[in-house]
């Protein structure tokens, strides 16, 4: 895959339109997005620019094989934000998933370790459903759970997201389990 870092937005208003599918990625700080973004399109590196200084609370724009756009959204869940700064991501996230027009999925990026989702996940969630997006669940670090516990993690982690059964995949970015199956679901959804 052949990907380039397109440009940081501080609001959908100033992303450009590229004409393309997108899809848009959101999670916890530390939930494992850049590295499950830097699996998919095979460069951990270029997604790094995402989490330079002055980049962390915008929206970072990607443009893959010049077919379709990912855009990664700011982690949250971070406790040191400040009122102001949390009332400006919620306005910028609220913007994106209402008015970019060329959005065509969201992927939240969620732990395999976990057995439910935390407020702000279900807060990301309302937000994405609110502007009329479907959600993929990828659930990722799953190389850090038992095999035996895997499924049923997922299950509680669909159920405690409103999910349909099926709507989460099992990923890793270390072991790069999971990347073709949400390849193949994010380029149907695109086609
Ligand atoms: P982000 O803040 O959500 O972008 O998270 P990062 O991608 O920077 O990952 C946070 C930490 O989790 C880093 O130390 C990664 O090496 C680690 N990590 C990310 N994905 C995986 C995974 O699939 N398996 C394991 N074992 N560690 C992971």
């Keep these: 895959m052949a990907a380039r870092f ?25 939930v494992g997005k850049s590295s499950l973004i830097g699996r998919l399109i095979g460069s951990p590196k270029l997604v790094r620019v ?12 990607f443009e893959v094989d010049g ?4 855009v990664d959204l700011p982690g949250y869940g971070y406790a040191k934000l400040s009122k102001k700064q949390r009332k400006d991501l919620r306005g ?11 959005l065509r999925v969201a992927v939240m990026v969620l732990d395999a370790r976990r057995t439910e989702v ?16 479907d959600i993929i669940a990828a659930v990722t670090k799953c190389d850090l759970v038992p095999k035996n516990r895997r499924l ?6 669909e ?20 990347k073709n199956e949400l390849l193949g679901r994010l380029k149907d959804i695109c086609r």
């Design 152 to 157: 049923n993690n997922i299950r509680k982690i």
């Design 67 to 70: 077919q379709w756009s990912f």
């Design 92 to 102: 910028m996230v609220l913007g994106y998933f209402s008015d970019r027009q060329t």
């Design 159 to 178: 159920k405690s997201l409103g999910l349909e059964r099926g709507a989460a995949l099992q990923c890793s970015s270390k072991s790069g389990e999971g």
């Design 50 to 61: 995402s989490r330079t200084p002055g980049r962390t609370q915008l929206l970072n724009l």
């Design 6 to 30: 397109v440009l940081s937005a501080p609001s959908q208003a100033k992303l450009p339109d590229l004409g393309i599918p997108e899809v848009a990625f959101a999670g916890r700080s530390n």
């Design 118 to 133: 935390s407020d702000d996940d279900l807060e990301m969630a309302q937000w994405i459903l609110a502007g009329g997006h």
